[in-house]
């Protein structure tokens, strides 16, 4: 069923690009699909749906996906990756790459040994992997964009399986339909997937179910962060913490939103200590100011009300809080 208008037509505005996307798909019998280090819902929902879809409408092509996994999501909520030699990215393959604009945020870099690269993607980004894109700054998921593509394809089908996978990168990206950048384009691809037969308590039951351990995190958090004198909320957990709370870096960020929706609290962001990456990885959240330029300045990147970051060590902590603070000092 096509989406419901008027809506931000994306097949309208990308209509050019996704044609040409879908010659390439159809042009080359090896695939695979790529995404961001680190995945969040919206990285993976929108890997796995279009894998799911091609693997679905073209059943005689060989379709792979790759990356990191998530030390919570791979297994429970998504497939764990595929571990693909090096001899298979010597024969000529299609790379396509969902949501993420830099090349060093790719989770594989063999991506690079493709014949052709095509994206979708909604980050801004300094330096363009490929000029077959589809980028849209505006859009709440990469999971939606990639939806769009594959149900303006005319003819071909979006399974269950499909839908699951798309319906939970957009929930990720949007925090279940909360967040600024919620469209009513974002709306109406949930009403589509769900017309699929996806029963959404499902998906984010599955997506957010937690552990009673994970209350002793949340209560550290609310014990130990700290507030700016312009409102910028924030945390830290070196790894001994992260021990002693039987969580990695990856989940550091779990807590991060704890302080929305807070007066007087006008970004929150964590800090997570990660030795075996020699940094320390920061999660970065506003109400509504731009935090990405300070992002960007920080290693990091992402969207104007949620972006990552990184520092090189706990040194680097409070010039960066300095300069989220600055933002707020008007307010």
Known sequence: MSLPKPI????????????????LIKKYDRICVFRHIKPDFDAYGSQMGLVTFLKDNFPNKEIHYVGDNHVSFAGRVYPVMESLPESWFETPFLALVCDVGEHDRI?????????AIAKIDH???RAEITDIKVVDLDSASASEMVYDLCANWRGKKISYQAAWYFYSGIVGDTGNF?????????????????????????????????????LKVTAYVL????VSPHGVAYYYLPETVQSELNITSERGKDNVNLFANIEGIHAWCSFSESTKDNCWWVS??????????????????????????RILSLDEMEPLINDLDALFADK
């Not at 931000?8 to 010659?23: L, Q």
């Not at 014990?223 to 700290?226: G, L, T, Y």
Request: charged share 25%; net charge positive; with cysteine.
């Open 107 to 115: 989770a594989d870099p063999r991506y690079a040994k493709a014949a």
């Open 123 to 125: 980050h801004p980004c």
């Open 8 to 23: 931000r037509d994306y097949g309208k505005a990308h209509g050019a690009m996704y044609k040409k996307i879908y010659s």
């Open 223 to 226: 014990s130990h962060f700290q």
């Open 284 to 309: 970065l959240r506003s109400r509504k100011e731009d935090i990405s330029k300070v992002a960007f300045k920080w290693r990091g990147g992402g969207h104007a009300n949620a972006s990552g970051a």
């Open 178 to 214: 909360k967040y600024r950048s919620t469209s009513i384009h974002t709306f109406a691809c949930a009403q589509s997937l769900m017309e699929k037969g996806i029963i959404i308590s499902d998906i984010t039951n599955c997506m957010f179910e937690k552990k009673i351990d994970d």
